[in-house]
């Protein structure tokens, strides 16, 4: 199975900042890679699939990057509603992984 | 609208089994793989099942294998989880989802807690 590790865990950030976010897979995965924002007791939400594609609907202030092994989603500058959990997850291969999740709090 | 409403959750004994149902609308359910992705309380996300358009391919996370089903009836426009010898680690809020182009999951259920207990 190939194995998604996210870095940080958490991090702590203001309104206004821009904010990188990792994901390396243990093996490499090409451009299947996709990004999910979940808030508390809701569904994920689908931001970027194929490592780099903006999910219609998601503002611009969302972008992805990367291929191979190494990936990264990055905001812009953040808003107040961006505040919530965010994952990865591979496509390449079956099983579907994800990353263990970001927690993006309010400094 | 994509709509995806999951029911069939609730409160089971180990050993156990609970059926699944995931109801489909707003687009051609019989074009899309569909997905069941679990959460347990409080950890991330766990890919569980997924299915071709027709049903002729289906695969499963190893810690499901043999013990849950995954099934659908494109007639109906629903999807299925049948979960059978269930133990407690299989408790999780449970989300039917569809698979996108770029096989991700594009739209999710609202979920449903599935709990296994004495």
């Known amino acids: 199975d190939i194995q998604m590790t996210q870095s940080p865990s958490s991090v702590s950030a203001s309104v206004g900042d821009r904010v990188t976010i990792t994901c390396r897979a243990s093996?490499?995965?090409?451009?299947?890679l996709a990004w999910y924002q979940q808030k508390p007791g809701k569904a994920p939400k689908l931001l970027i699939y194929?490592?780099?594609s903006l999910q219609s609907g998601v503002p611009s202030r969302f972008s992805g990057s990367g291929s191979g092994t190494d990936f990264t989603l990055t905001i812009s500058s953040l808003q107040p509603e961006d505040f919530a959990t965010y994952y990865c997850?591979?496509?390449?291969?079956?099983?579907?992984?994800f990353g263990q999740g970001t927690r993006l709090e309010i400094k | 609208e994509v709509q995806l409403v999951e029911s069939g959750g609730g409160l089971v004994q180990p050993g156990g089994s609970l059926r699944l149902s995931c109801a489909a609308s707003?687009?051609?359910?019989?074009?899309?793989?569909m997905s069941w992705v679990r959460q347990a309380p409080g950890k991330g996300l766990e890919w569980v099942a997924n299915?071709?358009?027709?049903?002729?391919?289906?695969y499963y996370v190893d810690s499901v294998k043999g013990r849950f089903t995954i099934s659908r009836d494109n007639a109906k426009n629903s999807l299925y989880l049948q979960m059978n010898s269930l133990r407690a680690e299989d408790t999780a809020v449970y989300y039917c989802?569809?698979?996108?182009?770029?096989?991700?999951?594009?739209?999710w259920g609202q979920g449903t807690l599935v709990t296994v207990s004495s």
């Open positions: 707003g687009f051609t359910f019989s074009s899309y793989w």
């Open positions: 997850q591979q496509a390449n291969s079956f099983p579907r992984t």
């Open positions: 299915i071709k358009q027709d049903g002729s391919e289906k």
């Open positions: 194929a490592a780099s």
């Open positions: 093996q490499g995965i090409s451009s299947w």
């Open positions: 989802a569809r698979d996108g182009y770029g096989e991700d999951f594009d739209y």
